[in-house]
Every structure is written in structure tokens, then in C-alpha cells.
């Protein structure tokens, strides 16, 4: 099977970093993509790592180890809006479709 | 900015009836995906498609079908609809090259 898993739920205090852990299997791996969902919104598109490393976009990064079959997302100076489900999606071999993580679901607590 | 498009944010529908959910893109994406969104199951995929005229079975496929007769659009046909297809409806799109695929504002689907 293809397997995503991520936590459940994560709880972190305005103004603090928080790191949402994803890990994939490995075989067939084509690139990884990060989605923030608010409540009743439709998912939008935050980050895609393809290499290993860092890839960072203002407060937002994901990391990626291939060998590992591991990535997170790291949020910096969280904010109350940052409050939403982060979804970690995988591609598998060339042109399929993304298959989804069950999503994490942050709160952002004053 | 690309833009996906659903019919209807909110549906109600009665149970043996036919439902048409409608999707277009005006980015001139190759690609096309439909999704239902349940808690605790995630975003599970139900068919997709990479050309007109073209559709795949994606994992939950039983009870749907869709329909892909220009480039822009791609409709999701429930036959028959039943209580347990009530959920939340994505639509979403993508070029082949393998970049993020962008989704739609969903359909709210409530079977009674």
C-alpha cells in the first residue's frame, strides 16, 4: 500500500515554532507536498520538496530525507491563523495523482 | 492565478437520485482530479483524468462516474445517490509535469 501517516492533532502556543512530522514509503517516491486546510476551506498549496533538504518560504519550511522516508513542515512565530489541518501529500512514479495524508489538525493557543 | 470552479458550494439531494456535480479550470490543466473529504478518512480519490474524453478509477470509484467531454471541465455523476455519499466534494487540477495540483472550494453533499 501507499501509506501516509502524520499525527492526528497538535496543539502549540502563538508565537512558538511547531514541526508537523510526515513519513511515506519509499519505494516509487516522486515528490512530496505540503497543503494547509482551514475549516471547511479547500486545501492550498504550501511547499513541494522533491531533493533532499531545507526548502524554506517566509515562516513556512519542509524537509525532506528520501533514504528516510521522512518529511516535516516547520512554522515559525505561529500565528491564531495558522490554526487549520496541514496535509502531507505524496506522488508516487511520474504523472499520478497526489495520495493524502489524513492531515494533522494544529490549534494555535494564545 | 489558476481557478477551479465547482457548481454548488451546498447540496442537498434525496436518496435514488442523480446528482451532477460540475467542475471546470481555466488554466488549460491536462489534469483532473476528484476527491471526497470525510473525517477520519482524509481526502480519498474517486477518479481522474489526463485527457478529454479519458477517466481512471481512483480508490473509492464504486457508486460514481464522471464525464470529461471538454479540456475545462469534469463532472462527477453520482447514479444513485446514497446516504453514505453524503460528504464534502473536491475538485482539483494540475498540468502533467508533475507540479502541485490546485483544488476548488468543494461541494457540501448531504444525501437524506
Known amino acids: 500500500g501507499q501509506n501516509i501517516d502524520q499525527p492526528t492533532e497538535m496543539t502549540a502556543t502563538e508565537g512558538a515554532i511547531v514541526q508537523i512530522n510526515c513519513t511515506y514509503q519509499?519505494?516509487?517516491?516522486?515528490?512530496l507536498f505540503w497543503y494547509q486546510q482551514h475549516a471547511g476551506e479547500a486545501p492550498t498549496f504550501l511547499s513541494y520538496?522533491?531533493?533532499?533538504g531545507l526548502e524554506e518560504k517566509g515562516r513556512f519550511s519542509s524537509f525532506l530525507s528520501r533514504s528516510k522516508g521522512y518529511s516535516y513542515l516547520l512554522l515559525k512565530e505561529l500565528q491564531m491563523k495558522d490554526s487549520a489541518s496541514y496535509l502531507c501529500?505524496?506522488?508516487?512514479?511520474?504523472?499520478?495523482?497526489?495520495?493524502f495524508g489524513k492531515g494533522t489538525r494544529l490549534s494555535v493557543i494564545a | 492565478d489558476v481557478k477551479v470552479t465547482q457548481s454548488s458550494r451546498y447540496l442537498v439531494k434525496r436518496t435514488g437520485e442523480k446528482v451532477f456535480l460540475e467542475c471546470v479550470q481555466d488554466?488549460?490543466?491536462?489534469?483532473m482530479f476528484w476527491y471526497r473529504q470525510d473525517p477520519g478518512l482524509g481526502l480519498r480519490l474517486i477518479y481522474f483524468?489526463?485527457?478529454?474524453?479519458?477517466?481512471e478509477k481512483g480508490d473509492i470509484p464504486e457508486g460514481y462516474s464522471v464525464s470529461r467531454e471538454k479540456k475545462e471541465r469534469f463532472s462527477l455523476i453520482l447514479e444513485s445517490a446514497s446516504t453514505n455519499q453524503t460528504s464534502m466534494y473536491l475538485c482539483?487540477?494540475?498540468?502533467?509535469?508533475?507540479?502541485?495540483?490546485?483544488f476548488g472550494p468543494g461541494t457540501r453533499l448531504l444525501v437524506l
Open positions: 488554466m488549460d490543466h491536462e489534469n
Open positions: 519509499t519505494s516509487g517516491f516522486n515528490g
Open positions: 520538496n522533491v531533493l533532499d
Open positions: 483524468s489526463y485527457d478529454v474524453k479519458m477517466k
Open positions: 501529500a505524496v506522488r508516487w512514479s511520474g504523472n499520478t495523482p497526489l495520495v
Open positions: 482539483a487540477s494540475s498540468p502533467p509535469t508533475g507540479e502541485t495540483q490546485y
